[in-house]
């Protein structure tokens, strides 16, 4: 037994998500249709409920046809709007099916909102090759898969569009996740690139993060394996 008080629980309940305050105005994304990847959890489920609560057609991809159907099910049941999308962000033809598919239902998207990611924490010194490019390919390579897809319709389209990336802070050493840290890093490098070269195209690309949480997670990881101590040098 301890004094210490349980950990605070991370993030909001649907039946919360539902009703949770929001400064914008309910129907503020009337008739638009946005994309959130990794929207069957986290980050990107609060994204989803939000935007559909501002009128939005949500489509709500991952790789858990179970966890998506059960989000689209308790959109619908408070008469919001949302689809799932089964779909594999690593693999470039898997993205274009989807964004077709998206496209051939709606006849538009407005927004893409990348929340989609995942890793393990674990020293670097100690990571495969294997578990390297799982974290490169889904953070970085499945995020600008994403991200070039759907430009390339705004363009050719003509019809303007905004990118969100949702990283993690990337200015400072946070111990177990470099692999994290190097693809979020790749990610706003992206950003900062295309939302430039994109900007004649009316496209908006921006990234968003939340240091807090970030610097929670991290330490929780870090209580779970703390770096060894470094050992004094002998002459």
Not at 35 to 59: N, Q, Y
Not at 129 to 147: C, F, Q, R
Not at 195 to 221: D, F, H, Y
């Amino acid at each position: 037994m301890t004094d210490q008080p349980s950990p605070a629980k991370l993030g909001l309940t649907d039946e919360e998500l539902a009703a949770h305050p929001t400064m914008f105005a309910a129907g503020a994304l009337k008739d638009q249709v946005v994309i959130v990847t990794g929207g069957a959890g986290g980050i990107g489920r609060a994204i989803a409920w939000l935007f559909a609560r501002l009128g939005a057609h949500v489509a709500v991809v991952g790789r858990d046809g179970g966890k998506l159907d059960a989000l689209v099910a308790q959109l619908a049941g408070r008469g919001l709007n949302a689809s799932a999308h089964i779909a594999d962000i690593r693999e470039p033809d898997a993205v274009n099916a989807l964004f077709d598919t998206i496209w051939a239902a709606h006849g538009r998207v407005d927004s893409l909102i990348n929340s989609a990611g995942g890793q393990f924490p674990q020293a670097a010194i100690d990571f495969s090759v294997k578990g390297w490019n799982a974290v490169i390919n889904t953070n970085l390579n499945g995020t600008w898969y994403m991200m070039q897809a759907a430009a390339q319709r705004w363009r050719d389209h003509m019809h303007p569009g905004s990118i969100v990336n949702i990283v993690v802070v990337t200015t400072h050493g946070l111990y177990g996740i470099a692999h994290t840290i190097a693809a979020r890093s790749g990610v706003i490098g992206l950003t900062h690139a295309v939302a430039v070269e994109w900007a004649p195209l009316n496209i908006r690309v921006n990234c968003a993060w939340r240091p807090a949480q970030s610097r929670q997670r991290a330490g929780t990881s870090i209580r779970r394996k703390r770096a060894p101590p470094i050992p004094a040098r002998t002459r």
